[in-house]
Nanobody
Framework: QVQLVESGGGLVQAGGSLRLSCAAS????????MAWFRQAPGKEREFVAA????????YYADSVKGRFTLSRDSAKKTLYLQMNSLKPEDTAVYYC??????????????????????WGQGTQVTISS
């Protein structure tokens, strides 16, 4: 069993930065590929970024490319999302997710929420204009 706990959300002005963390505990060897999704009020959950098990590559949604950076510290069992140049439209609850199986990242379905079996509780990010 794997548990994911997000932290680092908050309220910042447009143009500011935040770093989200996702700490994994339990049977972390079974996390495999990981990702961040976000959900704004009244909208569907959308893909933000994904990283493979090895941490050597990442995919980003077009809306965050160039502003967000995903990294993974295997020793600390923590996933990070560095968010720069934040915009009001980035306001959402951000969720960390783990696939729990191999093949999601390189299989091309890394942006599909149904590929991820393990989810955190979410952390609120609010960007003021």
């Amino acid at each position: 069993q794997v548990q994911l706990v997000e932290s680092g959300g908050g309220l910042v002005q447009a143009g500011g930065s935040l770093r989200l963390s996702c700490a994994a505990s339990g049977r972390t060897s079974s996390t495999y590929d990981m990702a961040w999704f976000r959900q704004a009020p009244g909208k569907e959950r959308e893909f933000v970024a994904a990283i493979g098990w090895s941490g050597s590559g990442a995919y980003y949604a077009d809306s965050v490319k160039g502003r967000f950076t995903l990294s993974r510290d295997s020793a600390k069992k923590t996933l990070y999302l560095q968010m720069n140049s934040l915009k009001p439209e980035d306001t959402a609850v951000y969720y960390c997710a783990a696939s729990g199986k191999p093949g999601t990242f390189y299989g091309g379905t890394y942006d599909q929420h149904y590929e991820y079996a393990i989810w955190g509780q979410g952390t609120q990010v609010t960007i003021s204009s």
